[in-house]
């Protein structure tokens, strides 16, 4: 297969964001970001009006959006169909819209050369659920990220915070322990660590040290100088 894919997969909250993101910056790698590709999907759902039960309506649109990923001035931005959506696609109404099109095998199957696509060299980091089980099974290093439920909760409590909308935490660790459950027992790509995953628990390291942590494995594995 094409151009090398480190995959870093892990419950929502765990950093993996933040961090592939970094991780690309520091080595001039791409990126994806598969939870938007989900996200996506379940706004295009939304914005076609299409019964939030339809499966093969949701398929379809999986298979024939137009997404763009791009950034203008140093932000990043998402576009769908052409309309900028990348704070709409944020909010947590649209995780969970997300995580329930993402339990339906006809979406994800939808999604997958599009998300093969994105390997390019020098390479890609690709961020999700199942990108070293599913997606990139072939790839050289593979990262499963993990912090505890309460610390994921306050997390995303701050991450609300900062770009002003309300929550509460209370309210918020209960949407993750239903998404994290959802996401697990799913009968289709699960959320599970890949056999050969390196795991990192990030309940007491900052972002920084899990970037190095990850720096240091690619190094080892000749990824990158
Ligand atoms: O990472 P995120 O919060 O943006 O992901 C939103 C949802 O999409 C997540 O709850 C499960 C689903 N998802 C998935 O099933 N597989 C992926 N590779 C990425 C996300």
Same mark, same amino acid.
């Given at each position: 297969?094409?151009?090398?894919?480190?995959?870093?997969?892990?419950?929502?909250?765990?950093?993996?964001?933040?961090?592939?993101?970094?991780?690309?910056?520091?080595?001039?790698?791409?990126?994806?970001?598969?939870?938007?590709?989900?996200?996506?999907? %379940?706004?295009?759902?939304?914005?076609?009006?299409?019964?939030?039960?339809?499966?093969?309506?949701?398929?379809?649109?999986?298979?024939?959006?137009?997404?763009?990923?791009?950034?203008?001035?140093?932000?990043?931005?998402?576009?769908?169909?052409?309309?900028?959506?990348?704070?709409?696609?944020?909010?947590?109404?649209?995780?969970?819209?997300?995580?329930?099109?993402?339990?339906?095998?006809?979406?994800?199957?939808?999604?997958?050369?599009?998300?093969? %696509?994105?390997?390019?060299?020098?390479?890609?980091? %690709?961020?999700?659920?199942?990108?070293?089980?599913?997606?990139?099974?072939?790839?050289?290093?593979?990262?499963?990220?993990?912090?505890?439920?309460?610390?994921?909760?306050?997390?995303?409590?701050?991450?609300?915070?900062?770009?002003?909308?309300?929550?509460?935490?209370?309210?918020?660790?209960?949407?993750?322990?239903?998404?994290?459950?959802?996401?697990?027992?799913?009968?289709?790509?699960?959320?599970?660590?890949?056999?050969?995953?390196?795991?990192?628990?990030?309940?007491?390291?900052?972002?920084?040290?899990?970037?190095?942590?990850?720096?240091?494995?690619?190094?080892?594995?000749?990824?990158?100088?």
């Amino acid at each position: 297969m094409g151009a090398p894919v480190v995959s870093i997969d892990g419950p929502s909250g765990s950093g993996k964001g933040t961090v592939s993101r970094a991780v690309a910056q520091r080595v001039g790698w791409h990126l994806l970001d598969s939870g938007a590709l989900y996200r996506l999907v %379940a706004l295009s759902g939304i914005e076609h009006k299409l019964d939030p039960q339809d499966v093969e309506g949701h398929a379809r649109l999986a298979g024939s959006m137009q997404v763009r990923f791009g950034t203008e001035s140093e932000r990043e931005r998402v576009l769908l169909d052409g309309q900028d959506v990348t704070g709409a696609i944020r909010t947590e109404e649209l995780g969970q819209g997300a995580s329930r099109v993402a339990a339906w095998p006809a979406v994800r199957s939808a999604l997958l050369e599009r998300q093969r %696509a994105f390997a390019e060299a020098p390479g890609l980091i %690709a961020d999700g659920r199942d990108m070293g089980t599913v997606v990139f099974p072939g790839a050289p290093l593979k990262i499963f990220l993990t912090a505890s439920a309460e610390e994921r909760a306050r997390r995303r409590y701050n991450q609300l915070k900062e770009k002003g909308s309300g929550a509460s935490l209370s309210a918020l660790s209960r949407e993750i322990a239903e998404r994290d459950a959802r996401d697990s027992s799913r009968a289709v790509a699960p959320l599970v660590p890949a056999a050969d995953a390196a795991l990192i628990d990030s309940t007491d390291l900052t972002i920084d040290a899990v970037v190095e942590r990850v720096i240091e494995l690619g190094r080892r594995r000749s990824l990158w100088a």
